[in-house]
């Protein structure tokens, strides 16, 4: 089974791929963290991981789910774990190997980590990649996962090319740390009612539900601490309607298509 969480798209296109390559099941962690998390393993059945990184961590709701999670039979069982990142991961995999740790789940066994187009533009310096550079992170991504996937079913227990990055602790740990209390929230967000053609796009694509909105009306985010400052609405938004805050004033959208 393929635990997955997606916002614009990059990490449910690697969570596709690899689900064809191994023929295992795919499950939407936005959903399943609603339920009793409870799972039981076929024989020989692998357990992965695929996660966008969000402030050189896991994702909160990602992180939460693994808390909840259940699988009294996995150990023995090959686990592996995928992230996508814009630019580099920093500690984000020994976070979610303490998490699974925590959880009385195996650690990965092997772990992989994809460059995709940039999509976090919630600080004022940090904006999506320029045409070129989308294409080329893109046609590298492409090559990348076939090689990824080979070695899941392969059963390789081995690191591939992590991009940690430098200066890894002090992002995770100091930098991830005011990521996750301060900016991991739905606040900011707004609409520019005369842009907005109150089409639902960006509830409708929100993958923890956090928006009210349905065709012929205005979204209004729920504030309900759900929120992933993802940007998948953001993203989405046909006529460039939605705005976090001051920080996405003339800024690019991006969504995996």
């Not at 079913?153 to 200066?167: A, L, P, Q, S």
Request: glycine share 10%; hydrophobic share 35%; proline share 5%.
């Amino acid at each position: 089974m393929i635990f997955y969480l997606s916002g614009t798209g990059n990490t449910l296109w690697v969570a596709k791929k690899i689900a064809e390559a191994t023929g295992e099941k795919l499950l939407n962690v936005a959903e399943e963290v609603y339920g009793d998390c409870s799972y039981t393993l076929e024989e020989d059945e692998r357990i992965g991981f695929c996660f966008p990184v969000h402030g050189w961590r896991p994702p909160k709701l990602l992180r939460k789910f693994i808390g909840k999670i259940s699988i009294p039979n996995s150990y023995g069982h090959f686990v592996w774990a995928v992230c996508t990142e814009g630019d580099d991961i920093g500690e984000a995999m020994d976070y979610l190997d303490n998490d699974l740790m925590a959880a009385g789940l195996p650690s990965t066994g092997c772990q992989y980590s994809i460059t995709m187009p940039e999509s976090y533009v919630g600080l004022p310096f940090m904006d999506v990649d320029p045409p070129e550079k989308e294409l080329a992170k893109r046609l590298v991504a492409e090559q990348r996962i076939d090689g990824i996937a080979q070695t899941i079913v392969n059963r390789t227990d081995d690191v591939f090319e992590i991009n940690t990055g430098g200066w890894k602790w002090t992002k995770s740990h100091i930098i991830g740390g005011f990521f996750a209390k301060v900016l991991v929230t739905d606040k900011p967000f707004h609409v520019v009612e005369d842009r907005c053609l109150a089409c639902g796009t960006c509830a409708k694509v929100c993958p923890v539900n956090n928006i009210e909105g349905a065709k012929g009306a205005i979204p209004e985010w729920k504030h309900s601490g759900d929120c992933l400052a993802c940007f998948a609405c953001y993203h989405h938004c046909p006529t460039h309607a939605i705005e976090y805050g001051r920080r996405t004033k003339n800024k690019g959208q991006y969504y995996f298509n």
